[in-house]
């Protein structure tokens, strides 16, 4: 490591230096005792030693989850009680939110401001589970003089849940509320670029009073014979909710075919930001920049294609471009940063390529590789490619990163074409002040989320997921209650 990446690199205090799984109640090795280097961002050197979790691992996690499942006091829990843990949980990770959003920045290049509003965001996911449990009702239905029909509502068993590096712990407790404000028992597996954050689950559910065994983590890979392929194919998970790569997807869809398991897929996405000539510029460039240069880009509802009305076009570039040379990069624990480091080399290099792609097959206006009094670590400058046809690759597949393609349409007709015209359909945004225009064309969009003048934020209410290679079901709100529990109907002869 040079004396630059040093000398910027901020350590948090008490890092560990090695990290296990935890089954059971215990922090423990894996079972041959097999690690991994975890790198951060910054300087790209190992600062870490994780455990890496196999088959055996796995099967040690699924049979604590599954005794504490069948045997334990949780899945019999009043809700009520339940409700209590998990608000505990929130409070706890509220009270420690500086030191998570510090681990968190670290572990994975965001910057420290927004690290901290995803740790906040994740002890709201859990208040937001804790109360829904409580208010929950389920139908009855009465046949008179027949019958009375009711649903009876049950936890399904031990949730596997597999989640991706970018925001790790705010999509883990996205997972985990619902699945354990249901009464389930789960095995976690956090992606292998990030498990830091993941790290400190442990002692937060032990301080809230989570039962032994309802809660189990196994870090390490996701390929074939490591720790996620093996949940995947456990037959005692009988749920996998995945967020990750539309690819891994895939791949997991045909593992779990044979077992015949509960699936939901959060996926990848390209999401448009479709701009009209009678928009409000001003707050359409604002929101289209932060939407794809938030959280690093690394961001699965990235607005990173942007579709602009040709006779506002030119001006629209122009003034996109401005605006993205002011976006500050920086070191991720500086509070002033807006984009940090990219989680880690092989992504980097992932993204680095598509911008040498699109040099070729577009027009270059900002960025377009590493930024001025960055030498090493995973900095990209934020990069605006303008032309983009609608079969460049920079404009069909999913870079995740602080880039955008800029492409003009002339009709709602073409936008609509060019707004649908890829595999995902995961968000989109819409930016005119025709109301009818906005919600016909919004109900128009392949997308699982449309915001109409807005920027992306949601209400925990909503269904949250994606359509065609952006997604399989929903979670968010009752959505999610639905996933995690069993709808049994009981129907009683009057
Ligand atoms: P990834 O698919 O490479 O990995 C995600 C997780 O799956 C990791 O924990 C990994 O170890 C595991 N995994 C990999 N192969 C596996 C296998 N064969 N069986 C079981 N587990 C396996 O994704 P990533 O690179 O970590 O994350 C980025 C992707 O996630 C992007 O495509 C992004 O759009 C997507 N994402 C989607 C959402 C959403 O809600 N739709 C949210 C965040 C991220």
């Not at 029909?149 to 970018?166: D, E, F, H, Q, S």
């Not at 028992?185 to 989570?210: D, N, Q, R």
């Not at 909503?462 to 009752?478: D, I, N, R």
Request: charged share 20%; proline share 6%; glycine share 10%.
């Amino acid at each position: 490591m040079t004396d630059t990446a040093l000398s910027t690199r901020h350590v948090p205090a008490d890092l560990p230096t090695r990290i296990q799984h935890y089954i059971d109640g215990e922090a423990v090795d894996s079972l041959d005792g097999d690690t991994f280097d975890v790198l951060d961002p910054v300087s790209n050197q190992t600062y870490m030693q994780a455990a890496s979790g196999k088959k055996a691992d796995i099967d040690r996690a699924v049979a604590a989850a599954k005794k504490a499942f069948d045997e334990g006091p949780w899945p019999r829990m009043l809700p009520r009680e339940r409700s209590r843990v998990l608000h505990r949980i929130a409070d706890i990770v509220e009270s420690r939110d500086a030191r998570l959003a510090e681990l968190e920045s670290f572990d994975s290049g965001l910057p420290i401001t927004q690290a901290l509003g995803q740790a906040r965001r994740a002890a709201e996911n859990f208040r937001f589970f804790a109360d829904l449990i409580v208010a929950q009702s389920d139908d009855t239905f009465k046949v008179p003089g027949r019958q009375i029909n009711y649903v009876n509502r049950k936890p399904i068993g031990v949730a596997g849940l597999i989640t991706p590096w970018n925001t790790p712990f705010m999509l883990e407790s996205w997972k985990l509320g619902p699945a354990l404000a249901t009464g389930n028992t789960v095995v976690l597996k956090p992606a292998e670029f990030t498990p830091l954050s993941a790290s400190l689950w442990p002692g937060i559910f032990e301080e809230a009073g989570l039962p032994k065994g309802v809660f189990n983590l196994v870090n390490g890979f996701g390929e074939e014979g490591f720790a996620g392929d093996s949940l995947v194919k456990h037959p005692d998970v009988p749920l996998i909710s995945f967020t990750g790569e539309s690819r891994t997807g895939q791949i997991i869809f045909g593992n779990a075919a044979p077992f015949l398991k509960g699936l939901s897929m959060e996926l990848g996405g390209k999401s448009p930001a479709v701009v009209f000539a009678d928009a409000d510029l001003d707050a359409a460039i604002d929101a289209t920049i932060f939407g794809v240069f938030s959280l690093n880009g690394e961001r699965c509802t990235a607005g990173s294609r942007i579709l602009v009305h040709r006779s506002i076009y030119n001006e629209f570039v122009e003034r996109y471009a401005a605006q993205t040379k002011r976006v500050k990069v920086g070191y991720p624990h500086d509070p002033d940063t807006e984009v940090g480091a990219l989680v880690h080399p092989e992504h980097y290099d992932k993204v680095m390529s598509y911008i040498a792609i699109g040099k070729q097959e577009a027009r270059l206006v900002a960025g377009g590789g590493r930024p001025k009094g960055f030498p090493e670590g995973n900095f990209v400058a934020p990069t605006v490619f303008a032309d983009v046809a609608p079969d460049a690759r920079i404009f069909q597949e999913e870079i995740f990163g602080p880039v955008v393609a800029i492409t003009p349409f002339d009709t709602d007709e073409e936008a609509l074409e060019l707004a649908n015209g890829v595999k995902y359909g995961l968000a989109a945004y819409v930016w005119t002040n025709d109301l009818k225009r906005a919600h016909n064309f919004a109900q128009a969009i392949d997308a699982g989320m449309v915001w109409l003048n807005s920027n992306n934020v949601r209400d925990l209410r909503t269904p949250f997921g994606g359509v065609k290679a952006s997604g399989l079901g929903h979670e968010g709100g009752y959505r999610s209650i639905d996933f995690y529990t069993e709808q049994q109907a009981v129907h009683i002869t009057l």
